[in-house]
């Protein structure tokens, strides 16, 4: 068919699509109707012969009826064009986004009949998202409550992704005792993928031979008991400089923030241990993971959207190149470290951080696997992440407790200060004599775990749950924060602070953080129970040891002690806490 346009400038000042006047267009007659009113609108002249050197375009659409001249002529461009007006990109991100919620709701309603948990009524798209709140962990027990099943299951749909909900002691024994395997692997996350180079380290990466090689290099060779022990003089000069800055704020009768005292004493003893840094270095590598950390939580748009309109969102936002952003600073920063020491040359008999330690596996070849430079900086990155945050939250919260049970804190002083027996400082014999020590940092994992969901698992295959046909590919939420409060596994105290419930003669004495009693899980418990725990209890008992054996600890006046939670995968403190320390020893 051939289109000769006349004055077109004139008719259609908004078109781009038409060629200039005189100019001609070649289209297949056979899927390009015109009627003759519409080309009498449009002043162009139709005709069926193609004529010699016609150029050939992309076929355009009319308007829809000769009426709409001035409100729709643009809509006859070139379809080049056309994909490129951000206009047409919104229109059919909406037009995917509606079609996509069509799919999930046919496929919801589909599966309505297989034999699901229950689950609370759901919207289209978002599932049952909306439901969440700001604490998840707080939501997902009241939803438990009250449409989930007696033997601790909720099933919910969090956008796409189909969610398993464990909510009670019992719940959790029989999914790590029964169907670990099948629950071994990580939910997948674009923004983690990144910020991990692909998930090559412990925390995160799928279930698969990489990952169990990569753990039992971990357990044996950087977490092992006796490699824990070797960190103990980086533990005692950190908790000694712990313990000066608490000191300065006494001697100058000023209260102090105590988040930025034990992020600063747990990012020291964590990044010394990791890859021997200290001084700038720790605080740029604070500063790194400070940005990162938003990225790593939360609703990401994978959850709600299809990969290809997720992506959309991201570069739509601008979280795509944030991400990428903090991916360059990550990498030029680790690569520096790295490349420092593999050209320091090591004293003789000096301990080796973990850094050294993948150096030398590397060098030496008996890792078990690859280790590229990549996948060595996505361990040590992951040793950082994954130590510094947990144990300033855990810290803070004991610290909190503390004040509020004024009888827990005297009598924790006087363990600690009868067993130091004047000692200038505390030593790792010591903190094993500390009964009521371990006891309370129990009841304080037990109240408050410093990740309440855990890093939340997926299943590789179908697995059948307490009689519930569960599908693959779904979340696993483990509600730790809800199974530490289950009363059938902790009694009609189960919400009060009492750390003697773990001694002698009490009704939780044998219980035990190392994931062998379902009813404690602030680790985790099976194939993905948290590796570091021979390396993250002993920072946790000198710093709260040195803490009480050195200063009373008190309010500022007219201050009131705040325990509400900051929403997150982590949950530290809402209102950073305050305290005044008063010096019980001599500098």
């Not at 050939?56 to 409100?71: E, T, V, W």
């Amino acid at each position: 068919m051939r289109v000769q346009t006349k004055h077109v400038a004139q008719a259609w000042p908004r078109c781009k699509g038409l060629p200039p006047p005189g100019d001609f267009l070649w289209h297949d007659h056979d899927h390009v109707t015109w009627t003759k009113s519409r080309a009498t609108n449009y002043n162009v002249t139709i005709r069926k012969e193609r004529p010699e050197h016609c150029r050939d375009r992309l076929k355009f659409r009319a308007p829809l009826s000769s009426s709409q001249s001035d409100n729709t002529a643009s809509s006859v461009v070139r379809t080049e064009e056309l994909r490129m007006c951000p206009y047409f990109v919104l229109v059919a991100g909406v037009a995917a986004l509606l079609a996509f919620s069509c799919v999930v709701i046919r496929k919801a309603r589909g599966s309505s009949s297989s034999k699901l948990p229950p689950s609370p009524p759901s919207r289209p798209l978002v599932g049952h998202l909306h439901l969440m709140g700001s604490l998840p962990h707080r939501s997902l027990r009241e939803l438990h409550a009250r449409y989930g099943t007696d033997g601790g299951l909720l099933f919910l749909r969090l956008g796409r992704r189909p969610t398993l909900v464990v909510s009670t002691a019992a719940a959790a024994a029989d999914l790590y005792k029964n169907h670990d395997l099948a629950f071994a692997s990580r939910v997948p996350s674009v923004p983690v993928d990144k910020l991990t180079y692909g998930c090559m380290n412990v925390s995160f990466a799928p279930y698969g031979d990489a990952w169990r090689r990569s753990k039992k290099m971990a357990v044996i060779h950087l977490l092992s008991p006796r490699r824990a022990d070797s960190f103990a003089p980086v533990r005692a000069a950190e908790a000694a400089a712990l313990v000066a800055g608490a000191r300065r704020a006494a001697e100058a009768g000023e209260a102090v923030e105590l988040r930025e005292l034990l992020y600063a004493y747990s990012n020291s003893v964590v990044t010394r241990a990791a890859a021997g840094a200290a001084g700038a270095t720790a605080e740029k590598m604070k500063e790194l993971m400070g940005n990162s950390a938003a990225f790593m939580s939360g609703l990401q748009a994978e959850d709600v959207l299809p990969g290809a309109a997720a992506k959309m969102v991201r570069w739509a936002t601008g979280l795509e190149k944030r991400i990428d952003v903090q991916v360059e600073a990550w990498d030029k920063f680790l690569s520096e470290i790295m490349a420092e020491h593999v050209e320091k040359k090591r004293d003789d008999g000096a301990e080796e951080d973990f850094l050294d330690v993948l150096l030398r596996l590397r060098k030496e070849g008996t890792a078990g696997l690859e280790l590229t430079d990549n996948r060595i900086k996505s361990i040590i990155k992951d040793m950082i992440f994954a130590g510094t945050e947990t144990s300033s939250i855990t810290l803070e919260w004991v610290m909190a407790e503390l004040i509020g049970n004024p009888r827990v804190m005297a009598k924790l002083q006087d363990e600690v200060t009868r067993i130091a027996n004047g000692k200038p400082a505390i030593e790792e014999d010591d903190l094993r004599r500390m009964e009521y020590l371990k006891a309370v940092l129990k009841e304080v994992l037990r109240l408050h775990p410093p990740a309440p969901l855990l890093v939340p698992h997926e299943s590789t295959a179908a697995a059948v749950v307490q009689g519930y046909e569960i599908p693959a590919k779904t979340a696993l939420f483990i509600n730790d924060w809800a199974i530490a409060r289950d009363p059938a596994a902790w009694g009609d105290a189960a919400e009060e602070f009492r750390p003697e419930r773990f001694l002698d003669g009490a009704s939780a004495t044998d219980v035990d953080v190392r994931g062998n009693d379902y009813q404690l899980l602030p680790f985790g418990a099976g194939r993905r129970i948290c590796p570091a725990i021979n390396f993250a209890l002993p920072v946790l008992e000198i710093a709260v040891a040195s803490l009480v054996r050195h200063f009373d600890w008190e309010l500022p006046a007219g201050t009131r002690l705040d325990m509400a939670e900051t929403p997150g995968l982590v949950t530290p403190p809402l209102v950073p806490l305050r305290l005044v320390p008063k010096c019980r020893t001599p500098a």
